[in-house]
């Protein structure tokens, strides 16, 4: 059973950082897509950044591109979303994502795998 614990979110004013860290356990990750996600209040969930763990290359959102970034630790199964530059748009619950699959996905629906939520609020 997949298991993805996200963690590192908070309160933070406008320009500031944050990291956020999703520890998944329960499988071999090597054939998985991950990806973050995040959900404002009255809004649909959206994509913000992904790899597949086989690769080195990154897809982020346009509107976070050049901003955050996501990285992986393969020995503690663990990925990164360095966000960077804050905006009070950023607010949002950030999901972390995980789907067994040769290719990268940016639709929410693609992905089997969900961590809880971490709430990240920027301050203006």
């Known amino acids: 059973q997949v298991q993805l614990v996200e963690s590192g979110g908070g309160l933070v004013q406008a320009g500031g950082s944050l990291r956020l860290s999703c520890a998944a356990s329960?499988?071999?990750?090597?054939?998985?897509?991950m990806g973050w996600f995040r959900q404002a209040p009255g809004k649909e969930r959206e994509f913000v950044a992904t790899?597949?763990?086989?690769?080195?290359?990154?897809y982020y959102a346009d509107s976070v591109k050049g901003r955050f970034t996501i990285s992986r630790d393969n020995a503690k199964n663990t990925v990164y979303l360095q966000m960077n530059s804050l905006k009070p748009e950023d607010t949002a619950v950030y999901y972390c994502?995980?789907?067994?699959?040769?290719?990268?996905?940016?639709?929410?629906?693609?992905?089997?795998?969900w961590g809880q939520g971490t709430q990240v609020t920027v301050s203006s």
């Open positions: 994502a995980a789907d067994q699959d040769i290719f990268v996905h940016t639709t929410a629906r693609a992905y089997d795998y």
């Open positions: 329960g499988r071999t990750f090597s054939s998985y897509t």
């Open positions: 790899f597949h763990w086989s690769s080195s290359n990154t």
